[in-house]
């Protein structure tokens, strides 16, 4: 609509139309642009400030210095979250990929059902974590779960209650969590790998290299741009979990499984410790920026 | 339920029986009301569907103007957007609760609704910016030579060469949304809780005998829409994220 009038001005009164024509885009961009600054940057910088002021229960503006970042590094149940994010981080990125990449290299075997089990392999990603933790949280019962089947299998003295076990909870997250994303990881891998050269691995076929050979000093490094951004995809997806472990085991058996995000969520809304969740939100957002925006300006640059 | 307990992992119900199903739906209880996860899901419906529409068109807007109406500016712009691609949305938390709170849509499906539409608004912008980028310039160009304008290009052009990309936003920003808990958790109100938070309430409430069979069927329901999506039209979804996420 604006469209029509836009031109048929620029027809007949050229300075003014032409100008206006100028600007359509620009208008039309402002508001979602300036909401979406305001959202990103605006509330970023407010939720600096209140880390470091003296809220707790209530926002409080008073400006107290790094006082809730000295409580935040001095707070165990902080280091037990920065630990577990350490655990679940690293397996999760590791398992993740490397059954991913698996999986990938298998169906890209020119198997027949390919496409059935591509499909299939995707659908853990359409799940929300939610529902993927309650169903784990049923597998993995000690008294329902696996351990029962193994029992009824004749291995009396298989135990497996990682679940409420504060040492070992933290590892059915990365089952879960693994289990949920490989798929998606395979998808990326498998698309990479159908975009290498068939005629590379003729030729190497043609030199004599064996199969696994090729895998390794081939395939694998020509996959880096694929494994670059699986990696960042997953680690920011690890920082950012909150959904699954609250689902699992709610942080616990105690605070056992917390991690950063939950850590945020509970000191935030329900232990009345505004200003420390602020501090831990700091945190976070720091550690992802650490990653991201290297890639990022990398990335935009690369494109010009 | 005495199934559940006897039997194990792997073995099928001997007696194969909706009524979990039913319980699921209308009558398990999430802390102290007993409704089932029925409320949730409208609630989860009701906060979907605009959320998802009015986030896919901005970006397709927004996208177009990043990739054909570039102007001084506009790439640190995108790249500024960028940047809430991947920000911990922990970080928004606390404050959006209190401007939430002074629009006065805290608590309410309206509040949500924004908090997904804004949070949404980056990947969209992104998914649609870099398939446009790869629609040749001249069609634009032509067409500016024929006297249309911006709206116009976008309408006639743009729009209708733009099927697949949108599908994969619109399946993403679904997926996202539906499956979202965080959100749902902290910005929602007694009233407009959504299907995760709901699910999570009834699998967490504690009654004498752990009901899993109502677990189970309740979260094959939070469940079913984006498995049902994802059936549908998961193929296209594939194609289109991958081809994105190798090249950029």
């Known amino acids: 609509m604006t469209a029509g009038a836009g031109t048929a001005v620029a027809r007949s009164a050229e300075p003014f139309g032409a100008r206006l024509a100028r600007w359509v885009p620009k208008l039309v961009l402002a508001p979602s642009f300036v909401l979406a600054f305001l959202f990103i940057y605006g509330l970023m910088a407010w939720n600096g400030y209140l880390s470091l002021s003296a809220s707790r229960l209530l926002p409080n503006y008073e400006f107290v210095g790094i006082e809730q970042y000295q409580r935040l590094f001095e707070s165990e149940r902080w280091w037990v979250a920065l630990t577990n994010l350490g655990i679940f981080g690293g397996l999760f990125i590791g398992c993740g990929m490397t059954i991913g990449l698996l999986l990938a290299i298998l169906l890209d075997q020119k198997i027949r059902v390919e496409g059935v089990l591509r499909t299939i392999y995707l ?4 799940l929300s974590f939610i529902v993927t933790g309650t169903a784990w949280k049923w597998i993995l019962n000690p008294g329902l779960g696996l351990e029962k089947l193994a029992h009824e299998w004749g291995f009396a003295g298989f135990s497996f209650d990682w679940l409420i076990n504060p040492d070992r909870a933290i590892y059915t997250i990365v089952i879960a969590g693994v289990w949920q994303s490989a798929g998606f990881v395979m998808a990326l891998f498998l698309a ?52 699954l ?60 | 339920m005495a199934q559940i307990r006897d039997g194990n992992l792997l073995s099928l ?14 009558s398990a209880c999430t802390g102290v009301d007993c ?24 970006g397709a807007v927004n996208g177009y103007i990043f990739s054909k109406w570039r102007f001084r500016g506009s790439e640190t712009m995108f790249a500024m957007m960028l940047f809430g691609v991947f920000m911990p949305m922990q970080v928004v938390l606390l404050p959006m609760s209190q401007i939430l709170g002074w629009l006065g849509i805290a608590n309410s499906i309206w509040g949500l609704v924004l908090v997904h539409v ?14 446009y980028v790869g629609l040749p310039d001249e069609l634009v160009k032509a067409a500016m030579l024929d006297g249309a304008g911006f709206w116009r290009i976008f309408w006639r052009i743009v729009l209708p060469l733009s099927t697949p990309i ?71 979804f594939v194609r289109g994220l991958t081809a994105g996420a190798v090249k950029g």
């Not at chain 1, 659908?123 to 359409?126: D, F, H, S, T, V």
């Not at chain 1, 410790?273 to 945190?283: E, F, P, R, W």
């Not at chain 2, 409704?35 to 901005?58: D, E, Q, R």
């Not at chain 2, 699998?203 to 329901?221: G, Q, R």
């Open chain 1, 123 to 126: 659908y853990p990603m359409a």
């Open chain 1, 192 to 243: 990479g790998l159908r975009g290498i050269d068939d005629s590379i691995l003729k030729a190497a076929q043609i030199d004599g290299a064996s199969l696994p050979r090729i895998y390794w000093r081939i395939i694998i490094p020509c996959l880096r741009p694929v494994f670059f951004s699986t990696l960042m995809v997953l680690s920011h997806l690890a920082i950012k979990s909150f959904d």
């Open chain 1, 245 to 304: 472990v609250m689902a699992l085991t709610a942080g616990g058996p105690g605070f056992a499984t917390d991690v950063p995000a939950t850590f945020m969520y509970t000191m935030a809304f329900s232990r009345g410790q505004i200003g420390l969740g602020a501090a831990s939100a700091t945190i976070m957002l720091a550690t992802v920026a650490a990653i991201v925006v290297p890639y990022l300006y990398s990335e935009l640059r690369g494109r010009r």
């Open chain 2, 13 to 26: 119900p001997t007696a194969p029986t909706l009524a979990a199903w039913g319980a699921a739906w209308s």
């Open chain 2, 35 to 58: 409704g089932g996860l029925k409320p949730f899901f409208l609630n989860s419906v009701l906060m979907v569907i605009p959320a998802v529409l009015v986030s896919t068109v901005l």
């Open chain 2, 118 to 131: 804004i949070a949404g608004l980056p990947s969209t912008t992104l998914f649609f910016r870099n398939y």
């Open chain 2, 166 to 236: 949108t599908v994969v936003t619109l399946i993403w920003q679904f997926t996202n949304i539906w499956n979202d808990f965080l959100y749902g958790i902290v910005f929602s109100g007694a009233a407009s809780k959504p299907v995760t938070v709901g699910l999570n309430n009834l699998a967490n409430t504690s009654s004498v005998v752990k009901e899993y069979n109502v677990d189970m069927a309740a979260a094959m329901i939070a469940a079913l829409p984006t498995l049902i999506v994802y059936i549908v039209a998961g193929k296209y």
